[in-house]
Nanobody, 128 residues
Framework: EVQLQASGGGLVQAGGSLRLSCATS????????IGWFRQAPGKEREGVGC????????YIADSVKGRFTVSSENAKNMVYLQMNSLKPEDTAVYYC?????????????????????WGQGTQVTVSS
C-alpha cells in the first residue's frame, strides 16, 4: 500500500523559509513521480512542483519559481519542498502525492488528476 505523509509546515514570517518533507512508503521513488500541491482557503488546489529524480525530471510552477525547489533522497524514500522568500500568498495546506509506477523516461506529472495516492496535508502560514 502506497502511503505518503507531509510534514514540516508551520507559522513563518514573510521572507522566511520552510522545508517540507514527504515521507513515502510502499513505492520505489525511482519508478514514481511525487508532486507537491497546495490549497489556500477558498481557492482550488494548485500544483507547486514535481520530481522524478531517476530521470532527471523536476518542475516548479511559475508562481513559485526562483523561491521553491523540489528534491528527493530516493534511498530514504523522502521528497522535499524547500520554500524560501515566503510570501503571505503562499499560505495554504500543502500536500504531496504519488503517481506510478511509471515506464522508463516518463517525466514527472504536473496535472493533479494524474495522481492517485495522496498524503495528509501540512499547514503553512506566512504572516506579513
Amino acid at each position: 500500500e502506497v502511503q505518503l505523509q507531509a510534514s514540516g509546515g508551520g507559522l513563518v514570517q514573510a521572507g522566511g523559509s520552510l522545508r517540507l518533507s514527504c515521507a513515502t512508503s510502499g513505492l520505489n521513488l525511482d519508478d514514481w513521480t511525487i508532486g507537491w500541491f497546495r490549497q489556500a482557503p477558498g481557492k482550488e488546489r494548485e500544483g507547486v512542483g514535481c520530481i522524478r529524480s531517476s530521470v532527471g525530471s523536476t518542475y516548479i510552477a511559475d508562481s513559485v519559481k526562483g523561491r521553491f525547489t523540489v528534491s528527493s533522497e530516493n534511498a530514504k524514500n523522502m521528497v522535499y519542498l524547500q520554500m524560501n522568500s515566503l510570501k503571505p500568498e503562499d499560505t495554504a495546506v500543502y500536500y504531496c502525492a504519488a503517481r506510478g509506477p511509471l515506464r522508463p523516461r516518463v517525466q514527472c506529472a504536473r496535472d493533479q488528476s494524474e495522481y492517485r495516492s495522496w498524503g495528509q496535508g501540512t499547514q503553512v502560514t506566512v504572516s506579513s
